[in-house]
C-alpha cells in the first residue's frame, strides 16, 4: 500500500520510541507473528454455516475481511453474524441457518457480554449444547472459558493483553475467517509487512503515519471529524471497523490534564457518499480531514458500453470507459477538487482487493490509532465510559425481577 | 410519534411563519396530499425483480422504508438497487437479478446524473430498451424525459421544486415502493399527520421541531455533530437517509455572511454501535447531540430462555426478558447514563415498527432540516458544492478521449 499525505505534519522519535516499549505490554503489535497451528483443531468441524454470535470488537474485524473477500469467495460455507438483541433482526437472521448443519462461534472478550450471552442462551433453547456444534473464544479464565472446560467445548482464548477491537489478527478473526476458507496466513503477512515498515525501516509508511498522527493531535480543537471515503461498496464493514477503532480508543480523558478529547470518525463510501455527505465537507465548517481509500486495480473489465442515447450526448464522453477507471476518476476528481478547497487529505492505494492488503490495512490503521492516542495523552486501550451504561442496566433487570 | 427533548430551545414564531411561507415554492410540504391516481399505471408490470437504477436522493428513501419493512414483506417480488460505478458490486448485484424477469426503474432528478445512466448504459448492452421493462423517474424536460417520451417508456416526473433528498415521498419513492406492494397511502398519511401537526396545531411536535432546530442552530460552533442513535438494525437504511438529508442540506455557505457552516450526522444502530462509538459520546469533547430512536412495541415476544449457566450466574438476571424489553432497557440505560453526563438528547418513539410511522420520520425530520437551516440562514434545497468535483470528471473523461 501507498500512503500519500497532503499535509503536514512533524516527525516525533519520542513518541515512535513509547510506542516501541508499548509492544512489552500491549499484545496486538505482535499478533502477525503468533504460531497459529491451533487453527488446525478446526479442521474436524464440517458444518456449512458459520455463526459468529458476538457484538463489537468480536465480529466487527471478521465481518470487514468477509465483505471485501465475499466476491471472490470459493466456499461453500456461509458466514452469519448474531450481534443483536433486536428481536426482530435475530428472528430473520436465524431464518437463514440450518440449525441441523451450523457452528456456534461464541466470542466474549470478558466471557460476560450481555447481548453475546443472551443471543447464546437463546440458541440454546433450540439446541444442546455440545462439543460438535460449539467453539468458544474468551479471555483465559473467564465465566465463559470456565464453562467450555466444564462442558469439554473447544475453547480457544484472547490474550489478556489484545483488546477486543485490536483482536481481528488474533484468534476472534483468525477461527472464523480460517473455517470461511480465507488464507489468514496471507492476513497476517500483510499485517507483518506494515509491523516492519515501521518499526525496522525508516520508509514512507513510517514517516506517513508519524506524520498523520501528529497532524491529528496538533489540530484535533480544529479538526475534530477524521473521514475515511472509501472507493469500493467492498470496504463497507472495514469503514464500520475503522469506527469502533478509531471512537473507542481515542473518545477519552487525557491522562494527565483529566480533559475530555477524542476525534470523531465517520465513514464514507464512494461515489454513493458524493451524493450525501459530500456537500458538507466542500461548503460546511473546515473541521474535518479526509483519507480517500482506493483500489488501484480492480481486475475488472467490464465497460461502459459504446451507447450513444438521444438528449444525453453530452454523457458520452463515458462510452468505452471501463467503471474501475470510472470510480476512482471520481475520487480522484473529489480529491482535487478539496484540495483546492485545502481540507486536509491524505491517500492510501492498495494494488488489489486481496486480503494480503487486509491485512496491511488493519495493522496500519492500528498504529496510527496508537500513535494518535499517545499524542492526545490517552490510554487507547480501555474503554471506562462505557461502564457505566452496563451498570445501570444490570441494575434494571435486577428492579424488574423484584 | 412522540419526541421528548431533554435540553431546551426557544421557540421562534417568525421562522414558523418564514417554513409556512416557503410552501409556496419548496415542493415538499404538500407531497403527502398530492393524487396519487398516477400509481395505477403500474399495474400493468408483472416482472418479479423490481431493480431501481438511482443514486443518492434517487435511492435512500426507498431503501430506508425497505429495510425498516423488510421484515413483514408480503411480496413475492424483490427489491434490488444499482447506485454505484464499483464494478464489483455492480456484476454482484445484476448476478442476483433474473434479467428475463426484471422491471427496471431508471431515476434521475436531472436526467443526466454520471453514475446511473453509465449503468443504464450497461444494462442496454445486454438487454434492449423496451416500453416492457423500463421505467423512466425524472424532472420534466429532463434529456432522460425527452428520451423516455421518444421511446415511449413510460415516464414519471418529479416535480422541479422537490429536492432530490426531500423527494422520498413523491414518485421517486412510491413509484418503486407500490410496486413492492407497500401501502404508499398509509405512508403519506403518517407524514400528512405530521405537516397537520406542525402547521395547523400548536401541539408537542410542533413545539418540539422549532426548540430543537433553535438549540441546534444556536449552539452550532458548540455541538457540531448529530448522532442519530437508532434502536434496531430496521433503521439501518433510515439512518442513511437522515445523513444525507443532514449533511447536504445543512453544510453550506451563509446566505448573508458567506461564513462556511454546518452540522454532522453520525448514523449509530443500538445496541451494537454501544460497542463502538459510545464511548467516544461519553467521555470525548462535548461535541455531540444525540437523538435516540426507539420502538416501543416490536410485537415480537421471543424471551431468553431460562437457563443458568455454571459461572454464567451473574447474567441469570437477563432470563425471562423479552428481547424486546432487553434493547429498550438497553437504550434507555445509556440515556440515563448521557443524561447525567449532561449531553444533549431528544427521544424519538414509535409505536410500532409499520409504514406509517415511517410517515411521520421522514416528514418530521424533513421540516426539522428546514428549520435548522432557515435558523442557520443556508439554503437547505440546493447542493452548489458538489458542482466542481463533477465538472472536474468530465474534464477528466474529455482528456482521456482525446
Known amino acids: 500500500m501507498k500512503n500519500t499525505l497532503f499535509f503536514d505534519g512533524h516527525i516525533n522519535p519520542e513518541i515512535f520510541n513509547e510506542i516501541k516499549k508499548e509492544r512489552d505490554f500491549i499484545g496486538y503489535y505482535d499478533l502477525p507473528l503468533t504460531d497459529i497451528t491451533y487453527l488446525s483443531r478446526l479442521d474436524k468441524f464440517t458444518q456449512k454455516h458459520i455463526v459468529v454470535v458476538g457484538i463489537g470488537g468480536s465480529s466487527l474485524g471478521t465481518k470487514a475481511v468477509n465483505t471485501f473477500l465475499s466476491y471472490k469467495k470459493k466456499s461453500d460455507r456461509v458466514l452469519h453474524f448474531l450481534e443483536t438483541t433486536d428481536p426482530i433482526t435475530l428472528k430473520s437472521s436465524l431464518e437463514k441457518i ?9 466470542i466474549s472478550k470478558s466471557g460476560g457480554t450481555i447481548e453475546t450471552i443472551s443471543v447464546f442462551k437463546y440458541i440454546l433453547s433450540i439446541k444442546p449444547l455440545n462439543k460438535e456444534d460449539f467453539i468458544f473464544i474468551t479471555d483465559m479464565d473467564s465465566p465463559l472459558f470456565k464453562l467450555g472446560m466444564k462442558e469439554e467445548i473447544e475453547t480457544f482464548y484472547i490474550a489478556k493483553n489484545v483488546g477486543g477491537r485490536f483482536s481481528v ?27 516492519s515498515d515501521f518499526f525496522d525501516d525508516d520508509g514512507e509508511i513510517k514517516t506517513a503515519l508519524l506524520k498523520k498522527a501528529s497532524f491529528y493531535a496538533e ?21 464500520a471497523w475503522y469506527v469502533q477503532l478509531w471512537a473507542e480508543s481515542l473518545g477519552k480523558k487525557q491522562l494527565h490534564s483529566k480533559l475530555n478529547v477524542g476525534l470523531t470518525p465517520v465513514g464514507l463510501i464512494g461515489p454513493t457518499d458524493q451524493h450525501s455527505f459530500l456537500q458538507l465537507i466542500v461548503e460546511g465548517p473546515k473541521d474535518k480531514t479526509v483519507t480517500f481509500l482506493k483500489i488501484k486495480n480492480f481486475n475488472d473489465t467490464t465497460k461502459v458500453p459504446n451507447k ?9 464522453i463515458v462510452n468505452e470507459v471501463k467503471f474501475s477507471e470510472l470510480i476512482n476518476m471520481q475520487a480522484d476528481s473529489i480529491i482535487e477538487n478539496l484540495k483546492e478547497r485545502n481540507v486536509p487529505l491524505d491517500i492510501i492505494e492498495i494494488d488489489e482487493a486481496n486480503i494480503y492488503y487486509m491485512g496491511q490495512l488493519f495493522y496500519y490503521y492500528e498504529l496510527l490509532t496508537s500513535l494518535t ?3 492526545l495523552d490517552v490510554d487507547a486501550y480501555n474503554q471506562p465510559g462505557v461502564e457505566e451504561g452496563k451498570r445501570i442496566l444490570k441494575e434494571k433487570l435486577q428492579n424488574k425481577n423484584l
Open 219 to 239: 489540530y484535533m480543537l480544529h479538526y475534530n471529524i477524521n473521514a475515511l471515503f472509501s472507493y469500493s461498496e467492498l470496504f463497507r464493514d472495514f469503514n
Open 373 to 375: 492516542g499517545k499524542m
Open 98 to 106: 440450518d440449525l441441523n448443519d451450523s457452528l456456534f462461534i461464541i
Open 169 to 195: 489478527l488474533s484468534s476472534v478473526g483468525l477461527i472464523p475467517l480460517y473455517l470461511m476458507g480465507y488464507n489468514v496466513k496471507k492476513l497476517l503477512k500483510g499485517a507483518k509487512k506494515i509491523r
Open 308 to 316: 450513444n442515447l438521444k438528449y444525453l450526448e453530452g454523457l458520452d
